[in-house]
């Protein structure tokens, strides 16, 4: 390899970390599905915090050539092996099992959170499911989080990002809800989860991290109390004994996570997949993959043939027409947004580009979007600047059809209290009327968010306001 002095070196790479989710590292290890991959621990104490060691490369190789050659050595079925000829056999200074790195996204969001935690609590609810969806149901929105209209039992397709969002609320769901030791191990867990993900680490943090861990299993014992377990003894919940260790010799476990790589599914499947007709699909995301990569590998060849090219350099894969998986708000089949417009002072905002309800009477306004002093402002509005119509005061209201927005989009200069690494806050006020049921088509209630304005005289009369996340912002 060419190095940094600009010399070629020869290198001689060694394996010390190996991304897999479960069923890869089991074919790896050699070991069966439902055991322990990395570490000596029986499987029936694969639920109590006990230490234990890793397994040893050198004895599970040894193993396995003594199964090979027709021996029947008690640490085979010990340790759970499988007669698999394992890959690392032949690579020098290798120890596969302390190169398992924590898997956040396959371990704990969906594995210890969502396919067994949610479960458990909401067995030991009074209602269960139904009373878990309701409440889901009626949390209030908010632009930074995703509300689960039909709750959490009728969802289909889970991804990272609702994992995330259904943990930033499952706490205050179950909270006065659930028998205390019940809402203190989920505490724990989910405590556990957010140390995980922390992108730096300090001995404290790494404290916090096993004092949520050992918190877990001082309250578990009430899931068995109300008969929704038995034991505990499961490889995810485990794994979670050596993240600890693993941030400690490896680095953090965000560096690790299988999310990345997942991520490419919505490259090169999901938005292959809808540019396609849906007929013979395979073919079809092939020819735009294809296509795709043409168009990048010309554009860097510009850059490179052409001084000062400012074209992007790749196609811009994101298809407008999807919903994305973190949708922060009613379904309102909007068109593409139009760019922000500078309306206040510091604060940029941006409507779609052509109104959802184009003809909406003003008598619908009134009633069906609770605005009874529409004409009133409208009125005030209109004289202000000089367009006041003179038969304004014999329009019927009936007739006359006004262009109505659905979703306001408000960017919001950084500020200290709100702000996310110095990005701007995005703020949606929402303003949709009831659409009633037809035939099978469920109604859709009616979402209003609520907005404080108020002039302040200490500024010059300038507009100042609340929205309904109790933000304030001066316009």
């Not at 074919?27 to 639920?47: D, E, F, M, S, V």
């Not at 995703?146 to 889970?158: A, D």
């Not at 993900?197 to 004092?211: C, G, P, Y």
């Amino acid at each position: 390899m060419i190095c940094a002095d600009g010399k070629q070196h020869h290198v001689h790479p060694i394996l010390a970390a190996y991304v897999a989710n479960y069923p890869e590292q089991y074919l790896i290890a050699c070991c069966k599905q439902n055991h322990r991959p990395k570490c000596l621990i029986p499987t029936n104490n694969l639920g109590n915090p006990i230490p234990s060691l890793l397994q040893d490369p050198s004895d599970t190789l040894k193993t396995l050539h003594l199964t090979a050659d027709g021996y029947a050595p008690e640490a085979f079925t010990k340790n759970s092996l499988q007669p698999v000829a394992p890959f690392l056999a032949d690579l020098p200074f290798c120890d596969i099992f302390s190169s398992f790195t924590p898997d956040i996204l396959h371990q704990l969001h969906k594995g210890v959170f969502k396919d067994h935690l949610v479960k458990w609590v909401t067995k030991t609810l009074t209602g269960g499911k139904h009373k878990v969806d309701w409440c889901f149901q009626a949390m209030t929105g908010h632009p930074s989080l995703h509300h689960f209209k039909k709750g959490i039992s009728l969802v289909s397709q889970w991804t990272g990002n609702k994992y995330k969002n259904m943990e930033k609320v499952f706490l205050g769901v179950i909270t006065n809800t659930a028998d205390p030791k019940v809402v203190r191990a989920t505490c724990a867990i989910l405590d556990f989860i957010h140390y995980a993900h922390f992108k730096t680490h300090t001995n404290h943090s790494l404290r916090k991290l096993e004092d949520a861990w050992n918190h877990f299993h001082t309250n578990k014992d009430e899931f068995i109390k109300q008969k929704v377990r038995t034991h505990f003894n499961i490889p995810k919940v485990h794994t979670m004994q050596h993240y600890a260790h693993m941030i400690r010799s490896h680095g953090t476990a965000d560096g690790f996570n299988t999310e990345a790589s997942e991520h490419l599914h919505i490259d090169f499947a999901k938005h292959a997949y809808t540019a396609s007709n849906q007929k013979d699909y395979i073919m079809q995301m092939k020819m735009w993959l294809e296509r795709r990569e043409a168009i990048e590998i010309f554009s860097e060849y510009l850059y490179w043939s052409m001084p000062g090219y400012d074209t992007e350099a790749t196609a811009d894969l994101t298809d407008k027409g999807t919903t994305p998986d973190n949708n922060n708000g009613p379904s309102d089949d909007e068109p593409l947004e139009s760019p922000p417009h500078s309306r206040f002072d510091g604060v940029s905002y941006s409507i779609a580009a052509w109104a959802p309800l184009p003809k909406t009477s003003i008598n619908t306004i009134t009633n069906g979007f609770h605005a009874p002093d529409f004409l009133h402002y409208l009125y005030i509005f209109l004289r202000q600047r000089d367009i006041l119509p003179s038969n304004f005061n014999s329009i019927d209201p009936t007739t006359v059809n006004i262009p109505v927005f659905k979703r306001l989009n408000l960017f919001i200069p950084t500020l200290p209290e709100v702000s996310t690494e110095g990005h701007p806050t995005q703020d949606v006020v929402h303003a949709c009327a009831a659409m009633p049921g037809q035939g099978l088509k469920k109604g859709v209630p009616e979402i209003f968010d609520t907005v404080f304005a108020q002039k302040d005289p200490l500024v010059g009369g300038k507009l100042k306001w609340w929205s309904s996340q109790g933000e304030f912002y001066p316009l």
